[in-house]
């Protein structure tokens, strides 16, 4: 959970953006830093003649320590309102060096009233004080502690950084998935639309019965939603309704064969990924041909991949039909969705016709 609001200045900001996670994280840095030196602090003092306990050199470490954390907020809001971003890089370079001279200042002012209080409540020795506050291990001290604070608000700066790449590729990427799907849309509704207008004048009914069914798939396509994952299972009924739509048209001269593993119904795909494919087949390779066609649907698995085909026995491969609407945007959608994991193949089928193939990774659907 982040708190806070958005960053200044177009830079990630550690101040407003830092997740409870990491405030943990660096607590727990905090701690392990101010831990480890504890015993050999006070190995030291004792050997110097001075009366300290273990126990009260850990509170005074862990007093200090709960001061560092806090003051670590604000000064992250200070580096925030200082970025060394190109033409403020001297300037706020310069104002990070006078901050970094206060901060080691102020660090010497709360040490010394810790040291104070742990003489007062704790017993220590009144030269714990003077032992501890040696100008040089002051200067030491303080700048070590700034500079860790510094280097903690760039290494989350980076985080942030990345986490904020990786969502606006997530957004772009859904926005460009959505952009391709929408695309499909038109395009099977002027295929389909096409194919009743030339049967309105010879075969109203049929016309009809077919004005019928697209309106029962389209109601399927906006349930599956375009540009989410389905189960192939209702990929095929979505195509099986396309295709009874298409039987009325075509009647007698399409022959639609199917060979589909059972056990492969329940895998993930995109949704409207074999149907613009279909349209293809029918609209691009069976139907110029003259006399009877036949389109084969297949999917089997194979190892971790799923494989899709989708045959026809038509015209063939035309120039053209490479970049049809139905090929190149599922391409592109399997592209966006599964990068170099998915292959899209188009190639002349044996026989004649065209076959394509498509291989992506086996994903079993699993309901929300």
């Not at 190109?86 to 970094?100: D, K, S």
């Not at 501890?132 to 002051?138: K, S, T």
């Not at 942030?160 to 099977?188: I, Y």
């Not at 966006?336 to 193939?357: I, K, Q």
Request: net charge positive.
């Amino acid at each position: 959970m982040r708190v806070g609001a958005k960053p200044l200045e177009g830079v990630p900001s550690v101040y407003h953006q830092t997740t409870r996670g990491q405030w943990l994280v660096f607590v727990g840095v905090v701690l392990a830093m101010v831990y480890s030196p504890t015993n050999a602090t006070v190995q030291e003092l004792q050997a110097r003649g001075l009366a300290v306990e273990g126990w009260q050199m850990f509170a005074v470490a862990l007093a200090g320590a709960a001061v560092y954390v806090a003051s670590a907020w604000p000064l992250w809001w200070v580096l925030d309102a200082l970025p060394l971003t190109p033409g403020r890089r001297a300037r706020h370079g310069l104002l990070r060096v006078l901050l970094g001279v206060g901060y080691v200042a102020l660090d010497a002012v709360v040490t010394v009233a810790f040291l104070g209080l742990a003489v007062a409540l704790l017993g220590v020795d009144p030269g714990v004080v003077a032992a501890h506050m040696q100008p040089g291990e002051v200067v030491v001290r303080g700048t070590a502690g700034f500079a860790v604070l510094v280097l903690a608000h760039v290494v989350l700066q980076r985080a942030h950084e990345r986490v904020e790449r990786e969502v606006l590729a997530r957004s772009l990427a859904r926005a460009n998935l959505r952009a391709l799907s929408l695309e499909l849309r038109p395009h099977f509704l002027f295929n389909a639309l096409n194919g009743i207008a030339a049967l309105v004048r010879d075969d109203p009914r049929r016309a009809e019965r077919m004005l019928v069914g697209l309106g029962d798939l389209l109601r399927l396509t906006q349930q599956a939603g375009a540009e989410g994952q389905v189960p192939l299972r209702r990929e095929l009924e979505q195509v099986d309704l396309y295709l009874e739509l298409q039987a009325m048209r075509f009647g007698p001269r399409l022959t639609v064969v199917r060979d589909v593993d059972p056990a492969v119904l329940g895998a993930r795909v995109p949704g409207m990924l074999l149907q613009p494919l279909v349209e293809n087949a029918l609209a691009h390779g069976i139907g110029p041909r003259p006399g009877p066609g036949r389109l084969s649907l297949g999917a089997r698995r194979e190892g971790e991949t799923l494989v899709l085909h989708v045959h026809d026995d038509g015209v063939g491969l035309a120039p053209e039909r490479r970049e049809r609407t139905g090929v190149g945007t599922t391409r592109a959608r399997l592209t966006a969705m599964f990068g170099e994991a998915a292959r899209f193949t188009l190639a002349p089928a044996d026989g004649g016709g065209t076959a394509v193939e498509l291989r992506l990774p086996f994903q079993p659907w699993q309901a929300a």
